[in-house]
């Protein structure tokens, strides 16, 4: 579990979550932790 993006260039996650308030409310791949760390959680 991280918040931040860049650990992913060492650990490759097949699954991405994001969660507020302890629901899941999105997920998807690699990719949406790129997004996350582009554009923020205000997208």
Do not use: C, Q
Request: aromatic share 12%; charged share 30%; no cysteine.
């Amino acid at each position: 579990m991280s918040h931040y993006e860049r650990m992913f260039k060492l650990i490759k996650p097949t699954k991405v979550f994001v969660v507020v308030n302890g629901t899941i409310v999105t997920e998807g791949d690699a990719s949406l932790a790129k997004r996350i760390d582009k554009e923020g959680y205000d997208w």
